[in-house]
């Protein structure tokens, strides 16, 4: 929308559109060879963000100073700096007792968890959804997925290269136009769910909200929330990493989807899985609708 053909200077076409003048100039620096993953690596020596990854699956409790050991042990002499900042691109917040732990963030979009003690016994009762990281050979890109807690069948998910709430809305969205909507959907704390839109988009589907503690600052050790209460999402991206992207890591964002597509396809529709009696998550799906019709 701005160029340098136009009789306007650039100033008077960035007021025009509420754009600071320093934003047209800027150039994304890309992340150097050393943080980006490499599919010819294994996963015990890899770079940075492929071992930061693997490493928060196995033990999602330990922070910046602990990874940066980790990665000593792995050869690399990198500044505790480099190492926040890489987990914050990758939007991983070790679990832990945070200070403050009575003070709510925004506080009129952070609602109170509602899976304790409750029997999930039908499907569209409760979703799931979190977002995760997926590394590339060349990059890496953002995955949201939502999950049907009885049946285990993943209801809806998508791609992309920020963390927006947006993009988690209309993934949302998708997945009530597809499936109907359930009576609960848990998700964290995270900016993503803790917006005006994510809310109001659930309020106006009158669908309730539950959010556990991880990614925001009322925790777990706040709310008594256990550690296992998210296990389902949290298995599920075990299973697509372990299963699908550090095996083939993809070349590029076409790639991945056409490679997530066909995971989820397995996942849901071939795939017996040993939490819901060794059954097709597509099975258990609809037969618990067909029974409650």
């Known amino acids: 929308m701005i160029g340098r053909q136009s009789k306007l200077s650039l100033r008077a076409q960035c007021e025009l559109l509420g754009l600071h003048r320093s934003s047209w100039y800027y150039q994304p620096v890309a992340e150097t060879e050393e943080n980006l993953p490499d599919p010819m690596l294994t996963s015990s020596a890899g770079p940075l963000m492929r071992l930061l990854d693997e490493r928060y699956l196995n033990y999602p409790t330990e922070g910046v100073l602990q990874m940066q050991d980790y990665l000593r042990t792995q050869g690399y002499q990198v500044n505790h700096k480099r190492v926040r900042r890489l987990l914050r691109k990758m939007g991983i917040m070790a679990i832990f007792p945070k200070r403050n732990l009575s003070k709510l963030g925004k506080a009129e979009y952070v609602y109170p968890y509602l899976l304790r003690n409750l029997d999930i016994s039908y499907s569209n009762q409760v979703w799931q959804l979190d977002i995760t990281y997926i590394p590339m050979a060349k990059g890496f890109m953002y995955l949201v997925a939502l999950i049907d807690v009885h049946s285990r069948f993943v209801v809806g998910w998508d791609i992309s290269n920020s963390m927006d709430a947006d993009w988690v809305v209309e993934t949302l969205q998708e997945a009530l136009a597809r499936h109907g909507k359930p009576s609960i959907v848990n998700s964290d704390q ?104």
């Not at 709310?223 to 372990?242: F, M, P, Q, S």
């Open 190 to 293: 995270g900016s993503q769910f803790t917006c005006k839109k994510w809310v109001e988009c659930l309020l106006g589907h009158h669908i309730q909200i539950s959010m556990d503690g991880k990614g925001g600052s009322q925790t777990r050790a706040s709310t008594g929330i256990r550690a296992i209460d998210n296990v389902y999402i949290e298995r599920l991206w075990r299973t697509v990493k372990y299963d699908y992207v550090y095996l083939s890591p993809p070349e590029n964002g076409w790639e991945l989807y056409q490679g997530l597509k066909a995971f989820f396809e397995r996942y849901n529709y071939q795939k017996y899985h040993q939490g819901i009696g060794r059954k097709l998550p597509v099975t258990v799906y609809y037969d618990s609708l067909a029974s409650s019709a």
